[in-house]
């Protein structure tokens, strides 16, 4: 079964600080896809990364960073200096090769205070 | 560049009634998913299109739900006899027809049953 733990319900930090979001998944499938999406408290989900199983590069765009390591099934999610802009809900999600569906984490609310 | 656009953004209604959302993707998506979200979970996937064709439901969707998407383009959700229980943000999603390309979400409607 396909499966995406976000451990972390809420994280407050200060701004200026930098902050790591967790992210475990479980899956069987050989080839699969990771996403992390951003909800502010308008409502929408936005995309922000995708990542394939078997590109395990580390990606930087701006003060957002990814760590994919596929030894422990994890896809963490670091934001440096956060700003007040930065609190919303972020998910982290799973998808299969053999579906187009999406398996969400529960989600963790960051509030950066200012 | 229009991004996916639903509709209505809230809906009241008393248990019993039925409802209908509609859902227009990004015009050259030719993928559209229907999620649903209730309070502090993630999107939980309901179902899915490519063009015309509902190739995925999940358990998710009782019978008191269906989806259409008649010419490949906007899609309708409607619920029938409303359940306390069906009371969640519903959200709508359209990507591109490679499977690693990331759905694009819309605002969401949101449905409170009375």
């Known amino acids: 079964a396909q499966k995406v733990t976000q451990a972390q319900t809420e994280i407050s930090v200060v701004e200026k600080e930098d902050v790591t979001l967790d992210c475990v998944y479980e899956t069987r499938d050989t080839t699969y896809y990771l996403f992390w999406y951003k909800q502010p408290p308008s409502g929408e989900l936005v995309f922000l990364i995708r990542r394939n199983s078997f590109d395990e590069q580390n990606e930087i765009s701006g003060r957002y960073s990814w760590n994919f390591q596929k030894s422990t099934s994890s896809f963490n999610f670091t934001i440096t200096a956060s700003q007040v802009v930065d609190s919303a809900v972020y998910f982290c999600?799973?998808?299969?090769?053999?579906?187009?569906?999406?398996?969400f984490g529960t989600g963790t609310r960051l509030k950066v205070l200012a | 560049d229009t991004g996916v656009s639903q509709d209505p953004r809230h809906k009241i209604t008393k248990r019993g009634q039925n409802v209908t959302f509609r859902c227009d993707p990004i015009?050259?998506?030719?993928?559209l998913y229907w999620y649903r979200q209730t309070l502090g979970q993630g999107p939980e996937f309901l179902t899915y299109?490519?063009?015309?064709?509902?190739?995925?439901k999940s358990r998710l969707l009782s019978d008191r739900f269906s989806a259409e998407r008649p010419k490949g383009s906007f899609s309708t959700l409607e619920i029938q006899r409303t359940e306390q229980g069906d009371s969640a943000m519903y959200l709508c999603a359209s990507s591109l027809l490679a499977s690693n390309q990331p759905q694009h979400f819309g605002d969401g409607t949101r449905l409170s049953i009375l």
């Open positions: 999600a799973l998808g299969g090769s053999g579906t187009y569906k999406y398996i």
């Open positions: 015009s050259e998506h030719n993928r």
């Open positions: 299109f490519q063009n015309e064709a509902q190739l995925e």
